[in-house]
């Protein structure tokens, strides 16, 4: 009895430690736009360094979790979480304030087509801080030599393909060192080469520079190679390889279905999944 | 049917209660940091500067034309003379101001409904919101300024375009001596004239510019909603002008004269 006790309060204590490092809290989140509904009470958390990846048909309402997240929208029932701090209750001051610890890719990019590479990059660091020109300067061509494209800063958008495109995007988004990364669709519309090599920006700003990232998308491919493969540095070199089946639990799904959460769980319960949708979703 | 009403009301109620809350967040962004400066001469070199040509044509040919017609109604009485007055008072009053700002919706309006409508449906507002940055106090205060400052100067210039344009005619269709014309010119304005040719520019340039931006930003449905944003824009702006324009120069004819 006494070993019982031990064991349901180290649960507990586990339990608390992991809601103490959660990033991200959806509790009972629903939002509906007329007579569509988009989410039915959708609760998850991600925890500090570790990847979210939700799965789901068009309109499953996966673009619309992240444009929650934000702050761009607003749900009509449940709750919130970022960094501790409830948002679904906040105005767009108080909005401002948590945004500056998540950056987000959006579906094609939505680079500002009226500015150049470097100023893209640099949008957040020249608007709206203080930092003096040379810094913001510095860390933009360092973000573009970490995705590859420092050749390309004085390029304007309409210039670039649409995979350079997707990865100055994530230039961006990273330029500000945010904690939490969510990424929508970023590899849809690229070919198989091109979407490996935003892949792998994904995976190493998530090992390497230790940032939660939350990927929406509906190509399983990128899903799970983004979930089974891990970056390191080497000698001086970025290596991707296979990660450990300890990596790969860091790495969670989540697929949508009518609004609701038909799946949870890592990439091997996925695969091992006997539910008739998820496996003709899989197929 | 009464369904169908029902929706148009809710839809033009929503409209005017969106409206209303872009203007109240303009008048809190325009008196509260952070202020985009670079942004707000940037619009003013588009607005005032870019839509210069198209003034200087509009006041100049009105001025001729006016002095052209007027002319042919007062030589019947013998007054082809006093054709400056006529002339000075229309355009100070009334032509300069409303013809400018109508050119000012047809350009800038429909301008802005389609760069900031594109930037909704390209993500490109979210991602500015994303970023940090109040789309409203980047992109509509520095534009709404601009329209504010920029009419008021343009519908000056088109005022003297518009004289210049009548005096041209007065002297070589009408025979009327440069200095008569000038004269005459000079006679018709009086205080009150002047400072309703100032003011109506200012209202008129405030409520091309919020339209534009609030049609803009409510874009929806991809390249084809920016079509009919811009289109919707125009329409939109060119009729409140003349709403507008006639409820303030009531307004006016009430406090001034």
Known sequence: ?283 | MLKFANNWLKAAVLEVQEYVRLVWAVLRGGVSRPFYYHDLIEQLEVIGVGSLTVVLLTGFFTGAVLALQSGVTLDQFGARPVVGRLVSASMVKELGPVLTALMLAGRVGSGIAAELGSMVVTDQISALRALGTDPVRKLVVPRVIAGLFMAPILTIVADFVGMIGGGVVAVTQLQVAWSVYRTSVIEGLYVEDAWMGIIKPFVLGFVIVSIGCHVGLRTRGGTQGVGRATTQAVVAASVAVLTVDFFVTRLLFSLMY
Do not use: C
């Open chain 1, 1 to 283: 009895m006494a070993a019982l006790n031990s064991q349901h309060r180290s649960v507990l204590a586990n339990e608390r430690r992991h809601e103490d490092e959660a990033v991200v809290v959806f509790e009972n989140v629903s939002l509906a736009f007329d007579d569509k509904v988009i989410l039915r009470s959708v609760s998850f958390s991600l925890f500090s360094g570790h990847t979210k990846i939700i799965l789901g048909g068009s309109g499953a309402g996966k673009s619309t979790i992240l444009k929650l997240m934000l702050g761009l929208w607003r749900p009509d029932g449940g709750a919130i979480w970022v960094n501790g701090q409830r948002i679904d209750e906040m105005g767009e001051t108080e909005l401002i304030k948590v945004r500056a610890s998540l950056g987000m890719v959006f579906q094609e990019g939505a680079l500002f087509d009226s500015l150049t590479v470097r100023e893209n990059v640099g949008y957040k660091l020249y608007e709206e801080t203080d930092l003096p020109l040379d810094v913001v300067h510095q860390r933009v061509e360092e973000v573009l030599g970490f995705v590859g494209l420092g050749e390309y800063i004085d390029k304007m958008p309409s210039e670039l393909s649409g995979g350079q495109r997707r990865r100055v995007a994530i230039a961006r988004a990273m330029a500000a060192k945010p904690q939490i990364l969510l990424y929508d669709e970023p590899t849809t519309g690229l070919d198989p080469i091109t979407s490996t090599t935003v892949d792998n920006e994904i995976i190493k700003l998530r090992d390497l520079e230790e940032v939660s990232s939350i990927i929406v998308t509906h190509n399983l491919r990128d899903a799970f190679y983004v979930a089974t493969h891990a970056a390191e540095r080497r000698a001086g070199r970025i290596v991707i390889e296979p990660a450990s089946a300890e990596k790969s639990d860091e790495a969670e799904f989540i697929m949508l279905r009518d609004g609701l959460i038909a799946f949870e769980g890592s990439a091997e319960e996925l695969r091992r999944s006997n539910d008739p949708y998820l496996t003709e979703f899989l197929s």
